[in-house]
């Protein structure tokens, strides 16, 4: 996956779900094949065609990775084991192609670190709650979920 084109991700998923097409493996393959799908559509997205980098990739498959969360949940929510337990796998397969998430310590230091920045051009308060996360998102993007920097940062703004 550490390919240096642009499109090396996309191009490893397109090489892996030809794997799991030849080994049979159903829940790769659908999986893998709805993932290249939300790409395919993000890339025609628009007035203009376009290639999208690894970074877009990445945001693409964060995208996808939160809808089977939600997925996971409300069929829990609904009494339907089976269908969470299909997205759970799912969001683990595309969990694997996306960058190691954030620990909790780490994603502290840097909203720490953004929050005395902001704090030091005199805002404070919800009303830094912008500001803090403009300086948070370049460092975390892909790494941690925007539901978890957000409320971490609003805990922090808080005290």
């Known amino acids: 996956m550490s390919d ?6 996309k191009a ?13 493996d159903e829940l790769r393959s659908a999986t893998l094949r709805m993932v290249l799908a939300a790409l395919t ?22 995208r996808e990775a939160r809808k089977r969360r939600e997925a996971a949940t409300a069929y829990d929510e609904a009494a339907r084991p ?17 960058p190691a998430q954030l620990t909790d310590a780490e994603l502290a230091s840097i909203i720490e670190a953004a929050v005395a920045t902001v704090r030091g051009t005199g805002q404070d308060g919800p009303g830094a709650m912008g500001a803090v996360m403009k300086l948070v998102q370049p460092k975390v993007a892909g790494r941690a979920d925007g539901g978890r920097v957000a409320a971490d940062v609003r805990r922090l703004l808080s005290s």
């Open 4 to 9: 240096t084109r642009p499109a090396g991700l």
């Open 12 to 24: 490893q998923l397109r090489s892996d779900l030809t794997e799991a097409i030849r080994s049979r």
């Open 41 to 62: 559509t993000e890339e025609v997205a628009g007035k203009t065609a376009r290639e999208l980098s690894d970074a877009d990739v990445v945001t693409v498959l964060g």
């Open 82 to 98: 089976e269908l969470a337990a299909r997205e759970r796998a799912e969001l683990g397969m595309i969990e694997g192609y996306l």
